[in-house]
Every structure is written in structure tokens, then in C-alpha cells.
């Protein structure tokens, strides 16, 4: 998958990591829920950068209390193109618990990308087949409606 932020590619994408041992977390490492917690519950200090999670549309944000401001990255698994969860997700993150930093979608297709955006996704891995050439027109039409991430 190719991720574009800001309407521009970035290369090469942070990875999601899908292994159950974690002892360091690279910088760019994008964990799932449960171990982002068990990183979290075994570095106290945390004074090396702390990783991303992944959350899927039905994961509880309050897993995440007190926690949000220090993570980089938040991904959310967005191939449910259907799933109305992941815009609640987003709009959340940003409004409700003022999250500032990248919120990518993950399996973004053509048809949810201006969506995507209007939610609070300022990051999309575009799902396997779909060119960047053909995602960036898209984002001419991505005029946030709830404008609070942006202030």
C-alpha cells in the first residue's frame, strides 16, 4: 500500500506490525491495540519514541485514556468502506479528545477518500491497485466540514 499525506506520497509507508513479541518498538512501527498495550505497560519511561497504534473500528478509545497525546500515529483499519465507525472514530479523536497528531486510514479506496478527510484523516494508505496518480484528484474535494483538527 502507498500513503499519502497531505495530499502528497509518502515513501515508504510506516508498516503495521503484526508479530506478538515486542521488546522495542521502531520509531515508524504501527502496533495493534493489545500490543501497543502491552509496549506501553512495559516501558514506564517511555523515553524512546513511542509507536503508533492500530485501532480497528470496533476497538474502545478508552483503552487509550491519558495515553493519546503521546502517540504519533493512530491508524485506524478503514476497508469497511460501509463501516460508519471509522468516521465516528475519527471525528471523535479529533473533536472530542482533541488529538493533534497524524490519524492515517488504512485500506482507503477512491470512493471514501474525500469522506476520509472530511472526518479528521490526514493520512491514507490507498488499498493495492489503486495508483497514487488516480487517489490525488480526490483530494480536491476534501473540505473539512468539522474544522476543530485544523485550528
Keep these: 500500500m502507498q500513503t499519502i499525506r497531505s495530499s502528497k506520497t509518502i515513501s515508504p509507508p510506516c508498516q503495521a506490525e503484526s508479530g506478538d ?7 515508524s512501527a504501527i502496533l495493534p491495540l ?4 502491552r509496549w506501553w505497560d512495559s516501558h514506564p519511561c517511555r523515553t524512546t519514541g513511542c509507536p503508533g497504534v492500530l485501532l480497528q473500528p470496533d476497538d474502545p478509545l ?11 500515529v493512530i491508524a485506524i483499519n478503514a476497508a469497511g ?10 471525528s471523535t479523536l479529533r ?22 478527510g472530511r472526518c479528521g484523516f490526514d493520512a491514507f494508505e ?4 489503486i495508483s497514487v496518480e488516480d487517489a490525488l484528484p480526490y483530494f480536491s474535494e ?8 485544523q485550528q
Excluded at 490507498?126 to 491497485?129: E, F, K, L, Q, S
Design 21 to 27: 513479541q515486542v521488546e522495542r518498538a521502531p520509531d
Design 142 to 149: 476534501v473540505e473539512p466540514v468539522y474544522g476543530f483538527w
Design 126 to 129: 490507498i488499498r493495492d491497485g
Design 95 to 116: 473533536g472530542v479528545c482533541q488529538y493533534r497528531g497524524e490519524l492515517r486510514a488504512l485500506g482507503a479506496t477512491l470512493d471514501n477518500l474525500a469522506m476520509l
Design 81 to 90: 468502506f460501509a463501516d460508519g465507525r471509522v468516521y465516528t472514530l475519527a
Design 34 to 37: 493489545e500490543q501497543w498495550l
Design 62 to 72: 478508552q483503552s487509550l485514556a491519558g495515553r493519546i497525546d503521546q502517540l504519533p
